[in-house]
């Protein structure tokens, strides 16, 4: 055993043959400050870490930043990392909101929509400010407002059926059917492109209620009451996006605005041009306030918006200073930010 030389003057001090005192003092205030920078090092790596647990039994902790229909994003020590569904035994999440979320996520994938409101209020109980759980739980009541009004529909139409049966109608009905496709255009005014489990909108109709609401050709769907969308299947999304005709459908939008900096602003603070108010919540990096009239309010921001990159830069791990300097970093040329924004769409029959 190594004793070093303050623990040695300690044993002379306890002895009475050396006058250790101060230095066994310093020496026992030194190692109760190394225990507690080990115990905060120790604590700081295990807060704020989910862990993924996989069929094999093993285990991976990090930060899950996007979770999709068929795997999650993984944030690690050593980067982001796509791990599939397919491998995953369960999910444990650092915060009991989010354990909530899962729950209700696992209920509605089996069509329990009235068990997985329940959870996605439990969640909405712990975190009041908890805007996935907000949309999800308002999502289940929307699908079970159409589940019943399909289940209406049905029966109205077996009864008109075997009335024209009973009246033996000549009059033949037609069983010419409208596509999905036809439908949404009709209803919301988009067409879809998918490409690589990427959701584009092709075609927006003039005065729909996409185009109203800001929707434009190139645009991303990525999310639909709150749910990301990507990699799931087409004849889902589009059975996600009709529904009774009038109600409304809350789905997220993936967009590039270009801010065109002055010629002569290579010394100015383009951010603050911009009259904009940045910060950083659950979801990302919101856009705050915005000042009617300035320039990001002219090109086309919205109070709201999460700022997921600038000039093609992630701002999930960037601390605030560097985005504000990427902003000023543009000198006399246009920046570029893409942005995510939740817009309501109304059904409409046009």
């Known amino acids: 055993m190594t004793v070093t030389p303050a623990a040695s003057l300690c044993e002379a001090k306890r002895r009475g043959t050396g006058p250790g005192l101060q230095a066994c003092a310093l020496f026992y205030l030194n190692m109760k400050k190394t225990v507690i920078i080990a115990m905060l090092l120790f604590t700081a790596t295990a807060l704020y870490a989910d862990t993924v647990i996989m069929k094999d039994k093993s285990r991976m902790k990090g930060l899950v930043v996007e979770e999709y229909v068929d795997r999650v994003m993984l944030s690690t020590v050593d980067g982001e990392r796509m791990v599939f569904r397919a491998d995953i035994d369960r999910i444990e999440y650092d915060t009991p909101e989010q354990n909530f979320m899962q729950m209700g996520r696992s209920y509605e994938a089996k069509g329990w929509y009235d068990k997985a409101a329940f959870y996605y209020k439990k969640a909405m109980e712990i975190n009041p400010d908890y805007k996935e759980a907000r949309e999800a739980y308002l999502a289940s009541h929307a699908r079970l407002w159409r589940d019943e009004e399909r289940r209406v529909n049905k029966e109205m139409e077996l009864q008109i059926a075997a009335s024209q049966w009973r009246n033996k109608s000549a009059r033949q009905i037609s069983t010419a059917s409208v596509s999905k496709e036809d439908l949404l255009k009709k209803t919301l005014g988009i067409s879809l492109l998918e490409k690589d489990g990427v959701f584009v909108i092709n075609e927006v109709v003039s005065n729909s209620s996409a185009f109203k609401a ?105 601390p605030m200073d560097s985005v504000i300097a990427l902003i000023n970093s543009a000198g006399n040329k246009e920046v570029v930010f893409t942005i995510r924004r939740n817009v309501n769409l109304r059904r409409e029959n046009r």
């Open 214 to 318: 800001g929707i434009r050709k190139g645009d991303v769907l990525v999310g639909i009451w709150g749910k990301l969308i990507r990699y799931s299947d087409k004849e889902e999304i589009l059975a996600e996006l009709l529904g009774p005709k009038y109600s409304e459908v809350r789905v997220m939008i993936e967009k590039d605005i270009l801010v065109a900096a002055d010629r002569d602003s290579v010394n100015k603070n383009l951010y603050k041009e911009l009259g904009i108010s940045l910060g950083f919540e659950y979801e990302g990096l919101a856009l705050k306030d915005l000042a009617i009239g300035k320039k990001g309010y002219r090109a086309g921001l919205k109070k709201g918006d999460f700022i997921m990159a600038v000039d093609k830069n992630m701002t999930r791990y960037l």
